[in-house]
């Protein structure tokens, strides 16, 4: 007889409604837990993450929910410093037992390697500028709210005579980060993104938002938005590949630029992997481009610290056009004899530090001001597939994808059939005419920043796709 | 586990599910990697949990929770439940499973030395020593070495009966020498790049690739780059090596063969397939000496997609592809086989792990041989570019256009290999490029590549996934395009 015959018949009192975080004293019980084991078992330095994570996705084609998911986990992550050697192990069981065997096995992994000289003690206790990015309303999202707002994109799909896929997800997470210097940092947030792509015909367009907060989402406005554009997306002219004056739209340019974000790392530069390599305090890219990094703007999202529990620092990366300053962990700052700007991963890694928080300074045009600046060009919905050709010119190859149109004479014209695209991202930031206004934006090849849409002469299509 | 598993279906059933079926998954993985002679990262993970995917009222939910008890499990397949309901808000037709056995089985893939029972220090002296051999080449400015391992418990039941243990050991290896010079930055990687080879095996793989062997030659490669001619511009003659034919194959064979990627339920991320329903069977993909098949099954050869049963309980197969040029084949499940006219599904629905909903997925999509041997091929070839180790990849959202470029290239003149090519390049349609296949090397240069980072879904999933080939030639193929500069 199988278990599952074995096991009761009787319908077990459960709930069906979200999970919820537990309390947060819950998650730091689990850290003490684990550094009282370590110092017990004489340990010179222990440093414990633990994290909650509740994610939930609907998805959607066809106009139906065909895929509807949800998770909920805890992990805990333990990195020790043993005589100048370091570890990490990370492990989602959670009862004393398991611990003590995580420690025991980071203990192995750390004393199985030479000695480092260069690796640094754990950092003391830091102070954190608070930020609050924790709402009630997403976290109480269910399946039959996302369901709904599902329909609602799917029946205004259907009524366009059109097909609509997408996602309709939510999340809420925290974690504590705790060190046995008395280092403790915590942080919590929820999440929301709703992309629809609507078919029409052969045709295609797309929308997303991504928030910390699911009221700034307005699903069917998205569905609205996507719906309109794959209307006129369809039956694309071919162009000749070429030159050509381009108007991305937020999506695209955060998607490029996207790719630059490793390069401000401090032990990329030193690595010589960098394209900033010896070109730091150079004027790069236009006078009209300035890049932050800062995870205290309204608009991002993502803890006030970094893999060690350094505060984060807003940094000017670009300034006018200037690579004024690159991102620093511990280890990459005490090197070159600077200051840690707060952006190293959790230890130990290769890579070092990244800027994870990209502020792209914006201007006042719109999209239809650029539109009616423009004699003759694209504007371009979103890019695809977007990989690095030329690690140090930056050349990057991709696709424009879900709604590529003409300009001519100030007017949006016909859709035209999808470009691949060979073009040097810092060449395309020389090239910048026009910004948009800067907002939160989201696409598929990187994370969410805050960028504008750009009007950008010169942009490299190089070959044209059957569609 | 079977415990587990038992009691969430039976709580699904009782909530009024008419199909689950579950998975336990313990994960358990080791990551080293070196940089210019120190330690990178070195951790070790292990995550287990239970994933339970229902149909409620015709229409799919699933959820997954680490909370391994009793009340934990019970709670997530009440959450699989209600889940489903809501999806039933937006549904159309009820959900349709081809038909399958049920199986109780317990399998082992291959594995003759586990690597984590090697000692690190041994992994780590390894890796070290191959990082210094390329340290010592003048010019060499980064140098990188990783391994990597996992060992994968499933159990996999069913509300049809099925209950089915697997362990897939992997392992994987490479090293990359970096230099950059003046304006430009030039890398070789062995065996491959992003992360070197993977197999389904043990540390057996580690052992064979002779990272410090192979560590001078790559490092010289990575210096030299700087000094060799440009990849020209031009339309010609290509041959390529295995391992970048083996991702060629990934890109433009294995994804727009996935039928839900074919069906629209991947148009919002990973895209469609221009692979519509109407070209099965008669669509000349490539030429007649091009045969792909996708093959999960042991004796096709420890791939990353090799596997006894997949995800949901179906027995691993092989399924032709093409066969001799003719597309005969997508890969399927048991939602989407009876679209195609299938009894029966393919047999390759896989999932990243317990928190994630299984999904089609690539199994072992590769070439198979062809007669030439490579030196002959060489021979035979008049004026062409032999091109190794892939660089960069992208193919547009529908599968039809594509753009590749490789660490190296030669130069292939007079049935001679030449001097050495930097930035190589090149791009074409899919159909028009399988067609253009005029030669394919014999299994003794025939190698089964593993891509351990295959993305797709939302939640984003990363699969390994297997591809068989050996060194190709192409005719009429655009070379250089990456670089055109107008």
Redo the contacts between chains.
Sequence with gaps: M???????????P???GN?RLRAERELRHIADVVLRIAKARGVPGTEVHVEEVI?????????????????????VSIRTILDGR????????LEEDALRA?VE??L???A???K?PSLLPLPGKQRYRQVNRFTAATAAL???D???A??RA?DLAEKNGQ?A???F?CGQSQTVLCNSRGLFASYRQTQAEF???M?HASA?S?AKANAGDVRAIDPISLAKTASDKAARAKDPIELEP??YTVILEPAAVLDLIGFLFYDFSATAVD???SCL?ERVGKALVGKNVTITDDVFHPEQLGAAYDGEGMPRQRVTLVDQGVIKNLVYSRRSAKKARTKPTGHGFAL???FGEAPMNLIVAGGKSTVEEMIASTDRGLLVTRL??????????K?M???T??GLFLVEKGKLGRAVR?F?F?QSVLEMLRNVQMLGPSHRASA?ESFEMVVPAMKVTQF?M?????? | M??Y???S???AK??GATYADVRVMHHRQRDL????G????????????L?IRVVVRG?????????MT??GV???A??????????A????ENVQLAPEGSYIDSWQGPCRKDPFEI???TQ?ALL?AADEAMRRINGV??T?ADMQFRKIDSWF?SSS?S?IHQRRITSGCGIAA?C?KS???Q?RSYPNSFGGQHILGGYELIERMELVKNAPRIAEEAVALHSAASCPQKTGTLILGGSQLGLQIHESVGHPIELDRV???????A?TS?LTLDKLNHLRYGSSIVNVVADARIEHGAGLGTFAYDDEGVPAQSIDIIKDGEFRGYLSSRETAHLIGLQRSGGTVRTEGW???P?IRMTNVSLLPGTWKFDELIADTEDGILVETN????????R??F?F?TEIGWEVKNGKKGRMLK?P?Y?G?TTEFWNSCDAICDAEHWVLWGTPNCGKG??MQTMGTGHGASPARFRNI?IG??????
């Design positions: 199988s278990a599952a015959n074995k096991s009761s018949q009787k319908v077990t459960v709930s069906t999970p994610d939930a996705l609907t998805r959607f084609a066809n106009n139906i929910i065909h895929q509807n998911v949800a998770e909920h986990g805890v992990t370091t570890a990490r192990v990370t492990t989602n069981r995580a096995d980071c192995s992994l750390a199985s390697q030479p480092d269910s399946a039959d996302r369901a709904r599902v329909k799917c097909v896929a997408g996602i997800s992309s629809a792509t078919q295609a797309w070429g030159r690595d010589r992997r390599s130990p890694n290769e695809w597939y977007i990989r690095e050709v030329d690690p140090y010119e050349i190859t991709g696709m994808r879900d999808n691949r060979n598929e490299h190089s070959e044209v796709t059957k569609f | 079977w415990d598993c038992g009691h279906l039976d709580i009782l909530r990697t070196t940089k210019n120190e330690v990178g990262t070195l951790g070790q993970m292990e995550s287990i949990g994933g229409a799919w939910g699933f959820a997954s929770t680490d909370q009793r009340e019970a709670a997530c009440a959450q699989a439940v209600a889940i489903a309901k809501a999806s808000l937006a549904k159309k000692p690190l220090e780590l070290l400015t980064l990188e039941a009966g209950k970096t950059f304006d430009a930055i890398k069906l629209g339920q991947e148009a919002n991320f895209g221009f928190n994630r909903l999904m660089r960069s990849w992208s193919i547009d959202d529908r039809y256009q753009q470029s930035n390049s791009s349609i939302q939640p655009k395009t990456a670089f055109a500069n107008e």
